[in-house]
């Protein structure tokens, strides 16, 4: 069963403006990552954030958790077209539990 | 960084063929590996899981008969379709967890396109 799921499932944005995108899931979690997939390839890890941590920053990402809520938001600031793209958000309930992927959300960055 | 790849990066064969996916971790040993499917638009979804050298644990709903997989080395995973058929066309990815690594850590292969006919 599907524990993320993003919002909006698509957005589309001028290049240079800031993209946000939400995720909620359901149950507790350990962690919460996030993952870019390119059309038709495969996935490349963003960013990890742990259910102790409340923000965390990579380059022009930052991620938020919000334990409280069940949700996690990633900004990407300074959108490019190269970051057009499919964004995925995926929980673990435990350290070594399985990854529980969202939906997606299709970001399109236009130049 | 931990590099995983698969082979072939895409596959068409005829009904009631089989036909197997190999991934590979390239420079690290993985201890447990996982095979997903991604139908178009659509999320990644568990398959199973394997544990090198014992037999795989499937999701419920995975036909272990049909989807066979080994894992005979720290370093290969095996995904074969038996019987494929039309509904099997799908994108397959794994991906390895490296032994060692803090329990996060899960890399993911570029995918394995299959295309039944």
């Known amino acids: 069963s599907q524990q993320g799921e993003e919002d909006p499932q698509a957005l589309s944005i001028q290049e240079g403006e800031n993209a946000t995108m939400n995720c909620s899931y359901k149950?507790?979690?350990?962690?919460l990552q996030w993952y870019r997939q390119n059309s038709g390839r495969g996935l490349v890890h963003l960013i990890l954030?742990?259910?102790?941590?409340r923000e965390k920053h990579s380059g022009r990402l930052r991620v938020t958790l919000d334990t409280s809520k069940k949700s996690s938001s990633l900004l990407i600031t300074a959108s490019r077209a190269a970051d057009t793209a499919s964004y995925f958000c995926?929980?673990?309930?435990?350290?070594?539990?399985?990854?529980?992927f969202g939906k997606g959300i299709t970001l399109s960055v236009r130049p | 960084g931990a590099v995983v790849s698969q082979h072939p990066s895409w596959v068409i064969c005829k009904s009631g063929t089989s036909v197997k996916i190999e991934c590979r971790s390239l420079d690290f040993q993985a201890t447990t590996m996982f095979w997903y499917r991604q139908f178009p638009k659509q999320s990644l979804m568990l398959m199973a899981t394997?544990?090198?050298?014992?037999?795989?644990?499937?999701e419920q709903g995975v036909e272990k008969d049909k989807f066979l997989i080994n894992h005979a080395s720290l370093t290969l995973s095996t995904l074969t379709v038996t019987s494929a058929h039309p509904e099997d066309s799908s994108f397959y990815i794994c991906?390895?967890?490296?032994?060692?690594?803090?329990?996060?850590?899960?890399?993911f292969g570029p995918g394995t396109r299959l295309t039944v006919t």
């Open positions: 995926a929980t673990r309930t435990g350290a070594n539990s399985k990854l529980t």
């Open positions: 394997s544990n090198e050298g014992s037999k795989a644990t499937y």
């Open positions: 954030i742990r259910s102790n941590e």
């Open positions: 991906s390895a967890k490296a032994v060692g690594q803090g329990a996060y850590e899960q890399y």
């Open positions: 149950t507790s979690i350990n962690n």
